[in-house]
């Protein structure tokens, strides 16, 4: 079964500056998809970034970046420029190739420190 | 708009007695998925559906059934047999089953029991 670890339990970072949520992940699969999503206190699930693992590029999407190391089975979010409304539990999330669900981490809990 | 509803959005169970959470979604997507998240924890898989008519218990599904009779639409009961149901309940769903297919998730439902 695959497993998905955040080291994290809680991460706090100045407001403008730049911080980085660690996840690993232990699978046999060669074909899966990794995602991090946040969780704001409205508890609403907002994804932020995906990657597949069969693309050696780097996701990005506007200040959020992810660093996928496949073969140490790393796969980091950098947050730049941290915002107040970036505050929110982030999990990461897992899904192989098949037709299951998503295996989560237990969650970092961001800390925006104005 | 086109989205995921969850309701109710806080429910209160009794002992020994059934309920059942509501699910629909507006986005045409074929695949969903019912989550569980403890105190703590990240979301664990209970059950999903591929296609109408069809569906497969996920990690944590005793104690729980689902129905996907409509595209639209998957409830969640949770029976008598799930001796500690507080939790929240997600909602997800995906265009398709497979592997690259982002989940979107629902707004969730807080399960208390009195």
């Known amino acids: 079964a695959q497993t998905v670890t955040q080291s994290q339990p809680e991460m706090s970072v100045q407001e403008a500056e730049t911080v980085t949520l660690s996840c690993t992940y232990d699978?046999?699969?060669?074909?899966?998809?990794l995602f991090w999503y946040k969780q704001p206190p409205s508890r609403q699930m907002i994804l932020v970034i995906r990657?597949?693992?069969?693309?050696?590029q780097n996701a990005t999407e506007n200040r959020f970046s992810v660093n996928f190391q496949k073969a140490a089975k790393s796969f980091s979010l950098k947050i730049s420029d941290s915002q107040l409304g970036d505050a929110a539990m982030y999990f990461c999330?897992?899904?192989?190739?098949?037709?299951?669900?998503?295996?989560f981490g237990k969650g970092t809990h961001l800390i925006i420190q104005p | 708009d086109g989205g995921i509803t969850q309701s109710p959005k806080y429910l209160f169970r009794k002992e020994g007695q059934n309920v059942t959470l509501s699910c629909e979604q507006n986005?045409?997507?074929?695949?969903m998925y019912w989550y569980r998240q403890d105190p703590g924890q990240g979301l664990r898989l209970i059950y999903y559906?591929?296609?109408?008519?069809?569906?497969q218990k996920g990690d944590i599904a005793e104690g729980y059934s689902v129905s996907r009779e409509k595209k639209e639409s998957f409830p969640l009961t949770v029976t008598s047999a799930q001796k500690n149901p507080t939790a929240f309940y997600l909602c997800?769903?995906?265009?398709?089953?497979?592997?690259?297919?982002?989940?979107?998730f629902g707004p969730g439902t807080r399960l208390l029991v009195l």
């Open positions: 986005l045409n997507h074929d695949a």
């Open positions: 999330a897992y899904r192989g190739g098949g037709a299951d669900g998503l295996t």
């Open positions: 990657q597949e693992a069969y693309k050696q």
């Open positions: 699978t046999s699969e060669s074909d899966y998809y």
């Open positions: 997800a769903s995906s265009i398709g089953y497979r592997g690259q297919e982002t989940q979107y």
């Open positions: 559906s591929q296609i109408v008519n069809d569906f």
